[in-house]
């Protein structure tokens, strides 16, 4: 089972998505069982944020001065904290996934959640560096997301 702890910097969050917790806990139970971690307790931070912090931890952990969508630090150790295994921080840009401002709540939560879903096989060690895996994540992130939606749609 996988525990999200949400924390925000952004107010504009809590208009788009009124119950952020349940949000992505819905996410991660709608997740293939492969990824579910079931009789396991894992847990990740979320952090929901806007461009101004985001690029402040994109120029400090990795050196490009620029806003980004997405950032994840995947903990490299196995820490345990609280009887759960700690899996890593996401950090989500409000002002990515707000673009263009004028589309449905529908599709500013389908953009998240693929947003959320790439962080998170981040997370679990997949990467975008060589070709060829990221044509091996972009398969997998579709095909969690295609059953993601399914099932919270």
């Known amino acids: 089972m996988i525990s999200v702890e949400v924390v925000s910097d952004e107010k504009n969050w809590s208009k ?10 819905s996410i991660c139970k709608s997740l293939p069982k492969k990824y579910q971690f079931i009789n396991k307790k894992i847990f990740l931070t979320l ?19 620029k806003p980004t969508d997405i950032l994840s630090f995947p903990n490299h150790k196995k820490i345990k904290l609280k009887n759960k295994l700690y899996l890593g921080d996401i950090i989500i840009s409000y002002n990515f996934m707000d673009n263009p401002k004028n589309q449905k709540i529908i599709l500013f939560k389908r953009k998240v959640i693929k947003t959320f ?12 560096i060589k070709l060829k895996d ?14 993601v939606v399914k099932k919270i749609n």
């Open 47 to 65: 952090f929901l944020s806007n461009n101004k912090s985001i690029k402040k931890l994109n120029k400090q952990f990795r050196n490009k001065n």
């Open 16 to 25: 788009k998505i009124k119950k952020r917790e349940f949000f992505f806990h």
């Open 117 to 128: 879903i790439h962080g998170f096989l981040h997370l679990l060690g997949f990467n975008h």
């Open 134 to 147: 990221y044509k091996k994540m972009l398969i997998e992130e579709q095909k969690i997301y295609q059953s």
